[in-house]
């Protein structure tokens, strides 16, 4: 039997009905419903009229309009439930799937991110969903409700005259194949459109993040040339949809109103010989008229169905991506007692050479790891090793003894903090932002930690404090105050491993110090690895890992690598020179 995301993946509108049957089911019976109350109401007017000609008495006649009346309010209640249903199962299938995509975009590694633009993800979450929503719903709507509107008139205008029928409808036979002929080049239309519209959208959200290096070499110009192509291009591929679309309707439109001129020549003559009488004309006009919209019906729907085939196969290509880790570990853990890595090396997707190659060293509970190389030497693909973004080869990382590989993903997760080399911050509160990986805190808590970082008396300058909402990705904010902060994030959960990654570069050498200093005893509980460009900020570890063009050149500690490593030397001596105070390696 397939499962949930492969019977998706398939057939989506299939998946979702099946999902919300009952819902489905009755938003189309009261549309039923409807429908077959609004084709009696022609009937009865024409009923109404031959009445009348007939002199037949007042109150015969108004018995008949009681009906109509009785049915149009009938009506109006329909219409609400049908839409109410409805309503429901479409938005409940547009949540279901933006969900589902933003859940597995979150399993998904490094690899997928970069070579992706974030307007573009972000288009496939909002317009592409939105887009497969009005397929699913007002798309199918539009075609049920036409389905059923041909299926209630035709009996009644084959009633009224089978002759007038096929004669009003004779052009009918050739609409599939003009719907065949336009729905191939709207899809294509359509495909192209969505793309331009992720390019557009990727354009302008790297602008605005970028809008301050922008302004810095004066490109705000050439940025905004660059952004309207892009819109050109959106715009263009708009304009071709719009073409192919507003062909649609009038091309189904066309054989019924032909329709309409043909039942004036064929039938006046009948209603003038008593034939037929004026109600049953007039009612089998009306019913040629109410045949415009099933046609057009079809037409829209067909539309909205192509576009949302056209952003489900985006969707699709995303929700069949794999991600870089599968995680099929079995093993929880509760604490981390070591770390050891045997001769790992490690080659990212598509690239010629090794990133690592050759790393080993055996790292215990409450040691302390430092990591020193040049820029590019691996040290930031090392942490992604150790965080398992990436796979490696089985049985080169082990914790607690146990290869990394069988130890549950999210499990190892929770028990390391980190540090990142680039800070992030979210649109939140202060305190919001240093207890984001805490379910239930104290505001003393934050404020502790705070101190250790050297950030509680710059926090409580800020206009309100601890409250103080921090712009987007903490634009407001310093550099070396946007560090701190993510290192104090990382030292509130009290994680079982601390991994540092160059997470004080933003900052002077004493402040670093500093807060180094400050930390020594906090990171004496826990295991820790800390990257830098310092020396000073890794001098007093257990152990140092000198890393040099992604292999490991030295493994020692700090009086040892002066002795024995020509690479770590030179970095001492550049910076233990006065001119080069503060610098990094």
Partial sequence: MPSSLESLLNAPYRYYIRKHAWRVGLGLTWLFLTNLMETTIPWLVGRTLDQITAGQPVRTVAVTVGYIIGITLFLSL??????????SFH?????????????????LGPSFFRSRKIGELISLISNDVNSFRMGIGPGLLILFDGIFMIGLILPMMIHISPTWTWQCLALMPFVPFVVNFILTRLHKAFHVRQGRFASMSGSAQETISGIRVIKSFAREEAQSRQFNIHSEDFRTSCNRVSMWDSIFGPALELPVALGSVLLILVGAHRVVSGEVTLGEFFAFYQYIQRMIWPMSAIGFSMGHVQESRASFKRIRDVL?????????????????????????????????QDALSGISFRLEKGERLGVVGKTGSGKSTFIEILTRQYPVSPSTVFVNEIPIEKIRLKNLRKLIGVVPQEAFLFSRAVSENIALGLDNWELSHVQAIAGQVQLNSEIERFNGGYSALIGERGVNLSGGQKQRMTLA???????????????????????????????????????????????????????????NQGRQEALGHHAELLQTCSTYRHFSAIQSDPANAGASV
Avoid at 78 to 87: A, D, G, K, T, V
Avoid at 326 to 337: A, P, R, T, V, Y
């Fill in 489 to 547: 994030r990382a030292l509130a959960r009290e994680a079982e491993m601390v991994i540092l990654d160059d997470s004080l570069s933003a900052v002077d050498a004493k402040t670093e110090a500093l807060i180094l200093s400050q930390l020594s005893n906090e990171l004496r509980k826990t295991t820790s690895i800390v990257i830098s460009h310092r020396l000073a900020s890794v001098k007093d570890a257990t152990k140092i890992l000198v890393l």
């Fill in 91 to 107: 938005h409940r299938a547009a949540e279901d799937l933006r969900n589902r995509l933003f859940a597995h975009m979150s399993t």
């Fill in 78 to 87: 329909f219409r609400y439930l049908w839409r109410f249903f409805w309503s």
């Fill in 320 to 352: 069949e991506t794999k991600p870089d880790i599968l995680d099929q570990g079995q093993i929880e853990i509760e604490h981390i007692e070591s770390i050891e890595v045997k001769n790992l090396s490690f080659r990212y997707p598509g690239a010629e």
